[in-house]
């Protein structure tokens, strides 16, 4: 079956960048939407948005002037960044498999810590 | 933005008991709500799709019902492995939401 693993750094500063991967392994990353959701720590999950194979995004309009995803099909990886980022921003993320009505195959997910 | 709302918050039950959990959406969704089990450190698993239809190696004990605005994820024979967080999701419209969610807990 489809697995999904997300990297990238563990701490950002804030005001940088922040910026991850997620590898698609078992599967095509084709034909599919993928999906980045976040979860700060000891709260609930967020949806931040997703891209399809083909490019195309759709963000949440709370991150919307911050946030950018991106497709490599050779590789079976999207990613995402998320700019002038704030201790608001820490959270656990996520990368998922979308299949349209719900999300069925999530990756560990990632702790990252914007901090200074 | 749809509002996702989940009562209860917690809920504390005995192995074998029957646990429902409600989700109300601030508008109407139709069937467009999954259900996602969490335990602690782990990702989301996905339960329920399409309000009743039971995601593929989840077990028969986990029900969802529901239409409209009101929605139920209801466990029937409470297993030790079911103590975990329950979210909802409508998948109706961007940006998507989920529930606050409700902590299912050891009596």
């Known amino acids: 079956q489809v697995q999904l693993q997300e990297s990238g750094p563990g701490l950002v500063k804030p005001s940088e960048t922040l910026s991850l991967t997620c590898t698609v392994s078992g599967g095509s990353i084709n034909t599919y939407y993928w999906t980045w959701i976040r979860q700060p720590p000891g709260k609930g999950l967020e949806w931040v948005g997703y891209?399809?194979?083909?490019?195309?995004?759709n963000y949440n309009p709370s991150l919307k002037s911050r946030v950018s995803m991106t497709v490599d099909t050779p590789k079976n990886q999207f990613s995402l960044t998320l700019s002038s980022v704030t201790a608001a921003d820490t959270a656990v993320y996520y990368c998922a498999r979308d299949r349209s009505v719900a999300y069925d195959s999530w990756g560990q997910g990632t702790l990252v810590i914007v901090s200074s | 933005d749809i509002q996702m709302t989940q009562s209860p918050s917690s809920v504390s039950a005995s192995v074998g008991d029957r646990v429902t959990i409600t989700c109300r959406a601030s508008q109407g969704i139709s069937s467009w709500v999954a259900w996602y089990q969490q335990k602690p450190g782990k990702a989301p698993k996905l339960l329920i799709f399409a309000s009743s239809s039971l995601n593929s190696g989840v077990p028969s004990r986990f029900s969802g019902g529901g239409s409209g605005t009101d929605f139920t994820l209801t466990i029937n024979s409470l297993q030790p492995e079911d103590f975990a967080t329950y979210y909802c999701?409508?998948?109706?419209?961007?940006?998507?939401?989920f529930g606050q969610g409700t902590k299912v807990e050891i009596k």
């Open positions: 891209i399809s194979d083909s490019g195309i995004t």
């Open positions: 999701q409508q998948a109706t419209s961007f940006p998507r939401t």
